[in-house]
């Protein structure tokens, strides 16, 4: 299967992703990774959005987890069930 033809035909709108300021439980970053996230894994990502950009990997650097482990965990029907409180107890998130 190629690529494109994996893709989704709908995008993420940019301009309706959280800041990058904003914070959940004190958590930076994660309520605007988390639909980046997602939106990878259907395809819906835009050609000007990186997934694992600086500021992503500045998440995942200071929270101690790979990209790739964070899009399992977003995956995860139990993580999408129970929300971001599954994902700050997997990795070693500080407060």
């Not at 990997?57 to 929270?63: A, G, I």
């Not at 399992?72 to 971001?84: A, F, I, Y």
Request: proline fraction near 7%; aromatic fraction near 6%.
């Amino acid at each position: 299967m190629s690529r494109a033809a994996s893709r989704s035909a709908l995008v993420l709108d940019e301009s309706k992703l959280p800041p990058k300021a904003d914070a959940v439980k004190g958590i930076a970053w994660l309520p605007r990774l988390i639909p980046k996230a997602k939106a990878k894994l259907r395809g819906e990502l835009p050609a000007s959005l990186m997934y694992s950009c600086g500021g992503d990997r500045n998440f995942f650097k200071e929270h101690a987890i790979q990209s790739s482990e964070f899009l399992s965990l977003v995956w995860r029907p139990r993580t999408r069930r129970r929300g971001d409180r599954r994902l700050c107890r997997q990795a070693p998130c500080r407060q």
